[in-house]
């Protein structure tokens, strides 16, 4: 006779416990939480703050803070570029006629 491989009880539905073990109850186990781990070498300067907010900041502090103005401003350059961008005229006529075939 075979030997029933399945560890659900096929009246309830429930893992069978192993002999001389219980389930734990899980309202008795620790609840796991995420929480955010501060980075603190990530110190973005005032005037990158300004600079981002439109406030008008002397040239030379945000030369000051040439690594944090430099990515600024290559996400501001790249975020133009892609405000820029056009969908083929041709797209839309493209997707209904695949939609039409899927039919």
């Known amino acids: 006779m075979p030997e029933n491989l399945d560890s659900r009880d096929a009246t309830h539905g429930e893992p069978k416990a192993l002999e001389g073990q219980t389930r734990p109850d899980p309202d008795l186990e620790p609840t796991l939480t995420d929480r955010e781990v501060p980075l603190a070498s990530a110190q973005t300067p005032e005037a990158i703050h300004q ?33 820029r961008m056009k969908t083929p005229s041709s797209l839309p006529g493209e997707i209904m006629k695949a939609i039409k075939k899927d039919e």
Do not use: I, M
Not at 55 to 70: C, H, M, P
């Open 51 to 83: 600079w981002l907010d439109g406030e008008k900041v002397n040239e030379e502090q945000l030369r000051a803070a040439d690594k944090a103005y430099s990515f600024w401003r290559r996400v501001e350059q790249e975020t133009d570029r892609r405000s």
